[in-house]
């Protein structure tokens, strides 16, 4: 059977033409005549690479990988994919995003210090499609990113996971400015797994309990099909103090208001629900047919800001809380006394009594005495479906394949007001749950790719690819329910407009914006000698929107003696603006100075961001340099990589820009409606330049230790990234420092792995150096500091009971290391008691017990 074969070597020189392919097959073209039997020996060989008896990086490439197995990722607490690659990969960074909207369900992560979009991630190869979801609030370096979202893919499902960490855009084309992520599928034709685990917090929350499970079976006996399962729920956590403006209303007499009134935390996930499929089939040797898909889909629920019953503008005040905001039925505010705010509890005052008995008159403390803090729940719906054809004609191997992914992201918000609106006739039937829309990614792609060997005087076995792409990619915003976003008749009352946090999707933005773009690309690769690789690649590739763009890479590979190798690259790429990040319309509640305000998501030449500065956007572009060595001897393995990655032009949301008073006549002549409701308006620019360097250390050990076998594997990544220029219109200063320090700079992983007959233990320390914390992204001295180092240990312990039967306990986090705290004066003030910024998981210690029976 070739299927094996060319599933192998995939993420190769057959379909990607990355300049890895030598270090896949390096073993092949060192022998020009080899038996087909030796060949798939040396696959093989290469295909263990990441199992716990060898080292997870491939010493052959001229730029660095990393192969991680199924079983790694699998010794963590956590079911979620993000988090089992932040343990394995030393560059790999995310954090946790509560009350961040729709950040909130797709969390965005970052590799090499530059953002998730510049990461192109495949699945067996293939490009996968991005989520809808945008990350407005991405903590700094996400800050509008639009990627994929790996969190839909199960450990299950996966054979090993392939991180290339070197610019890749001249092989790919846009996205892979950082780095390449490529998830392979199992491919067995017999026996699987069923797994039930559960875990909670060292804190009693955020049980979660996941069912998965995976089973091979044959396609006659020419192919298989792998099905993969995965069920989960998670219940919600909470870190939360009581706010001093909550509790200095519950101690003037107002018994609606929560305890706490707010909540920082991870959201409740409900439903969470991903299959995927994976067939081959082998017509005869020299022609095979793949096909591999996924459907998932998950509900979530996470927190908002609380809305102080006496202040909160353009909902209970107009002026800070000194009164209230009362509305008038008859239009004529000036109908309707005064009511005073800034006492211990309006509702205990005579003129709130007697306006509540003006049937002309209203507050919206007549719906919700207590304020209220608004929960954003979303749904992500998933799918992808490829299909391919590879095999041999002659001396020339091929691939043709088409394939479609769609992520669709459906909003709404519980427990908020449309204030515009007014009151129902009993308020008690006011409307306080809103459907606000939906967001839609599609994306279809079309390859066909070739190559070969040929031999040019006395070069042999020089690796020749080429190849073609065509990509269509939409999204789609739908309109939410009218009651969501609509202008009611008390709007130009100074009632704020919409679902209040969320507004809904109106008119004016839903609708479907669409691109499409081909790519040629041509790899050449050779051993000039016996010690020498190098490799060239070269893109074109030309967009519906924008023109085109041709893009380079050199890579090489010098092998001193038999340990020691040096190897290097250089490349340009580039990235795309995404159709969303050109379109996309939005409204969010940020904090500024310990305040919340209202913003305005633009696209770039909507009326409201062309006033403040909005541009078309045009791709970023990058220039990459990378070096290393590889040092091999016997059981150990060592690998040190230098980058420097220069990005020009590049694209994120700008910060916050305050909308003045002064510009309410201009940008109403300019089609901007109500705009003394918008605070700030922020959109997407390529306002700053950023150089990015680091050193990736990678190394294993492998030996026989207490009677039993040992693997010991450290991990280690400094990052630097310098903003080299920006626009201080659209950047702020703690913008940049966000970019610049957000992420800690020294990031390590030291693990243990011992395994006796029936027992293994997996031991792994973590080490975070200092970084930049920020407090609900507010980058005022208020809400940020230089957090401290810090340095947690996870542990798992597993035996095997019987044959196919394995008990599996452990713990993240076991000695319950605290997250940075925030500081005095920002501590509690809005609830919270953490920094959500930091790089590990705020909500402390989590311990969990796993059963798993194999077949």
Request: net charge negative; charged share 20%; glycine share 10%.
């Amino acid at each position: 059977m070739m299927t094996n074969l060319k599933k192998t070597t995939k993420f190769g020189f057959s379909s990607l033409s990355l300049a890895i392919t030598v270090a896949l097959t390096g073993s092949v073209m060192s022998t020009q005549v080899a038996a087909a039997e030796e060949v798939a020996d040396n696959v093989e060989k290469i295909a263990v690479v990441g199992s716990r008896a060898a080292p997870r990086s491939v010493g052959e490439s001229p730029v660095p990988i990393d192969i991680i197995s199924a079983d790694d990722l699998r010794k963590n607490g956590s079911t979620d994919m993000i988090d089992m690659l932040v343990t394995s990969v030393p560059s790999f960074n995310s954090r946790a995003q509560p009350i961040s909207d729709a950040a909130t369900l797709v969390r965005p992560v970052n590799l090499r210090g530059l953002p998730s979009d510049s990461t192109l991630i495949l699945v067996n190869g293939k490009r996968r499609h991005r989520a809808s979801v945008i990350a407005f609030q991405g903590g700094g370096i996400n800050d509008g990113a639009q990627g994929p979202d790996i969190s839909v893919i199960p450990s299950i499902a996966l054979k090993q996971v392939e991180v290339l960490r070197d610019g890749a855009a001249a092989q790919y084309g846009s996205d892979a400015i950082a780095g390449v992520m490529n998830f392979q599928l199992k491919d067995s034709a017999e026996g699987g797994s069923v797994s039930v685990s559960h875990g909670e917090y060292y804190e009693g929350d955020g049980a979660t309990t996941t069912v998965d499970g995976n089973i091979g079976l044959p396609l006659t006996d020419a192919g298989f099909v792998n099905i993969s399962a995965q069920y989960k729920t998670a219940d919600a956590t909470s870190r939360s103090v009581q706010r001093p403006d909550a509790a200095g209303l519950i101690a003037g007499g107002n018994t609606f208001v929560n305890d706490p009134a707010q909540i920082w935390g991870n959201p409740e996930i409900k439903d969470d629900y991903t299959v995927f499929a994976n067939l081959g089939f082998d017509f005869n040797d020299k022609h095979s047919l793949y096909a591999f898909g996924n459907v998932s889909s998950r509900d979530a629920v996470g927190g908002f800001y609380y809305r102080n019953p006496h202040n909160r503008g353009n909902v209970y005040s107009l002026d800070g809380g000194e009164t209230l905001l009362v509305g008038a039925v008859n239009g004529d505010p000036s109908t309707c006394d005064v009511v005073p705010a800034n006492v211990p509890n309006v509702l205990d005052t005579p003129e709130y009594a007697a306006m509540v008995a003006d049937p002309n008159c209203f507050s919206m403390n007549q719906v919700r005495p207590g304020g209220y803090t608004p929960q954003f729940a979303g749904t992500i719906e998933d799918m992808s479906f490829f299909l391919g054809f590879e095999g041999e004609f002659g001396e020339w191997a091929y691939d043709a394949s088409a394939g479609t992914g769609a992520n669709k992201a459906s909003f709404s918000l519980r427990n908020s007001l449309n204030p515009s609106l007014g009151l129902a006739a009993n308020p008690e039937d006011t409307q306080t749950d809103f459907d606000t829309g939906a967001y839609e990614q599609v994306e279809t792609t079309v390859n066909l790719d070739f190559s070969r060997y040929f031999t040019i005087g006395s070069i042999e076995d020089i690796s020749f690819a080429t190849g073609f792409e065509w990509r269509d990619e939409s999204f789609e915003i739908t309109q939410g329910e009218e009651a969501s976003w609509l202008a009611g008749p008390y709007a130009d009352q100074g009632f704020n407009i919409g679902s209040h946090g969320f507004k809904g999707f109106g008119p004016e933005a839903a609708g479907k914006n669409s691109r499409t773009n081909i790519g040629i690309y041509a790899d050449v690769e050779a051993y000039l000698t016996d010690d020498w690789l190098l490799g060239l690649a070269l893109r074109y590739e030309d967009f519906s929107t924008f023109g085109d763009t041709l893009n380079y890479k050199i890579s090489t590979q010098y092998s001193v003696n038999d340990y020691l190798s040096i190897r290097g690259s250089h490349s340009t790429g580039f990235r795309a603006p995404t159709v969303g990040q050109e379109n996309v319309v939005n409204t969010q509640t940020s904090i500024v100075n310990g305040d919340l305000i209202q913003t305005f998501i633009a696209p770039p030449t909507d009326p409201l961001a062309a006033f403040y500065g909005g541009e078309v956007l045009e791709p970023e572009e990058s220039i990459s340099y990378a070096l290393g060595t590889v040092f091999e001897y016997e059981d150990f393995f060592l690998t040190v990589d230098y980058y420097n990655i220069e990005v020009t032009g590049r694209l994120a949301q700008s910060s916050q820009i305050e909308v003045q008073a002064d510009d309410y006549d201009a940008l109403r002549a300019a089609g901007v409606e109500f705009p003394e409701l918008i605070s700030a308006v922020t959109y997407y620019t390529n306002d700053f330049d950023t150089t990015t360097q680091g050193i990736d250390i990678v190394g294993s050990y492998e030996t026989e230790l207490m009677s039993g076998d040992s693997m010991f594997s450290l991990a280690y990544g400094w990052t630097d990234t310098n903003v080299d220029k920006f626009d201080p219109d659209t950047t702020d200063e703690g913008k940049v420092r966000r970019l610049e320090d957000g992420i800690p700079a020294h990031r390590a992983t030291l693990t243990w792995n011992q395994t006796w007959d029936d027992l293994n233990v997996s031991l792994r320390g973590n080490y975070f150096g200092e970084y930049y914390a920020t407090h609900a992204d507010d980058t005022s001295d208020w809400g940020s500091e230089t957090a401290d180092s810090a340095f947690t240990v996870d542990l798992e312990v597993s035996y095997t009971v019987v044959d196919a039967l394995t008990i599996s306990v452990g713990a993240n986090n076991i000695f319950d290391q605290e997250a940075q705290k925030l500081k005095d004066g920002t501590l509690g003030a809005l609830g919270a008691v953490y920094y959500e910024s930091g790089p590990f998981d705020y909500n402390g210690g989590f311990y969990y017990g796993k059963l798993t029976y194999s077949f």
